[in-house]
């Protein structure tokens, strides 16, 4: 509906609603009920009752939104979707009627509004360089067509993504659909058949293409800041198809994240990596005081069968796990370093300046690590 009248009503009803400087973006009337997107929050005015006396209104700050999604109508589809999951209220969905409302515009704004609300990245000096997208796996030329015909189908039924060029995706999302912010930059990208996850410099975004045609598609925005844990499975044996990346949240419906990642098709350690420096940041945090590194201990493994049967850990020397995970596999940040270590029968557990990392490796071949 028109915002100067929205404004205008809403000033008459209840003057004092508004904040000063405070002014409304976009308004939108379901029969009795109207909900509002300002320049600082979402508004809900809720008609309640047979009389419509009672009213609710309803804020949630941009600040709050952990997450947003919108949806595309499909063919037969007779609206369009918004969902917000934000801290407190969880998880609140808005359809608007397809065709009255522009989608899109509707998700740049939230882009603007949300991404802008402190989910920035800071830089380390010199990082700006480093290019996560040069370790990108090239495509290999397949030994027949039916080989190659199978392994997508494979593929495609176990949902494992292969890592493509980041800088392609982006121009196709700044213009078909434009969503991504004039300073946003697709640093990382995997796609599964028709669906994309994307790794950007504000966000992490999954496009899920649905139904036949294509035309309806969600494009679900998750802020770094709402990540809490990450963990890389790395592929085992011949057998073994897919890497396992998976993301935990501090968003109540939306507690794990899971994507499976096709095995020689995406650089698994490069992933861990970046994904280090958009949770972790890549400021350099002193070490801790109280720490005990071990250094110059010779590890001579467990000292019973007890120990090893328990798989009871040990501690190690911790620069020199320090100067193994820096190199092989390079899993820490150039500004992370380990101040304790300990190892079981083959498993590591590790204390650096900035987290916890659990080593866990599984099978015969001890291929399979999960970090």
């Not at 120990?307 to 193994?324: L, N, S, T, V, Y």
């Not at 300990?342 to 987290?355: A, I, N, P, Q, V």
């Amino acid at each position: 509906i028109d915002v100067g009248l929205a404004g205008q009503k809403l000033e008459e009803i209840s003057p004092t609603l508004l904040q000063p400087g405070e002014t409304i973006e976009m308004a939108f009337k379901i029969e009795r009920d109207h909900f509002y997107f300002t320049s600082e929050r979402i508004l809900f005015r809720n008609k309640k009752g047979f009389s419509g006396q009672r009213v609710e209104y309803l804020s949630i700050p941009y600040k709050s939104i952990r997450a947003f999604s919108v949806q595309s109508a499909g063919s037969i589809d007779v609206d369009t979707e918004l969902k917000i999951w934000s801290s407190g209220v969880d998880y609140t969905v808005m359809n608007f009627v397809a065709g009255k409302v522009d989608i899109h515009a509707v998700h740049r704004l939230f882009s603007c509004k949300v991404l802008h609300a402190g989910d920035t990245r800071v830089r380390e000096a010199g990082q700006e360089d480093e290019d996560f997208s040069a370790g990108t796996p090239v495509e290999a030329s397949a030994s027949s067509s039916a080989t190659h015909k199978l392994d997508d189908f494979l593929n495609f039924l176990g949902d494992d993504a292969k890592q493509i060029s980041p800088a392609t995706v982006e121009a196709q999302l700044r213009s078909n659909p434009p969503i991504l912010e004039q300073d946003e930059r697709v640093e990382m990208a995997f796609r599964c058949g028709r669906d994309s996850t994307l790794f950007t410099s504000k966000r992490i975004i999954y496009i899920d293409v649905k139904g036949w045609s294509g035309k309806k598609v969600e494009y679900l925005t998750v802020l770094w800041k709402s990540i809490r844990a990450f963990s890389i499975e790395t592929a085992g044996g011949m057998f073994d198809r897919d890497a396992e990346l998976v993301l935990w949240t501090n968003i109540k419906a939306m507690r794990c994240i899971e994507q499976d990642l096709r095995k020689g098709k995406a650089d698994v350690i490069a992933i861990k990596r970046y994904i280090s420096n958009m949770v972790l940041g890549v400021d350099t945090v002193e070490a801790e005081g109280q720490a005990v590194s071990m250094a110059g201990h010779v590890d001579s493994g467990p000292s019973n069968l007890f120990e090893w049967a328990g798989d009871d850990a040990r501690q190690i020397d911790a620069d020199k796990a320090d100067r193994q995970f820096h190199s092989s596999p390079p899993i820490l940040q150039n500004c992370e370093h380990v101040e304790m270590a300990f190892k079981g029968r083959r498993d590591m557990m590790l204390f650096t300046t900035k987290r916890l990392i659990v080593v866990d490796m599984k099978g015969w071949s001890g291929k399979k690590v999960n970090t």
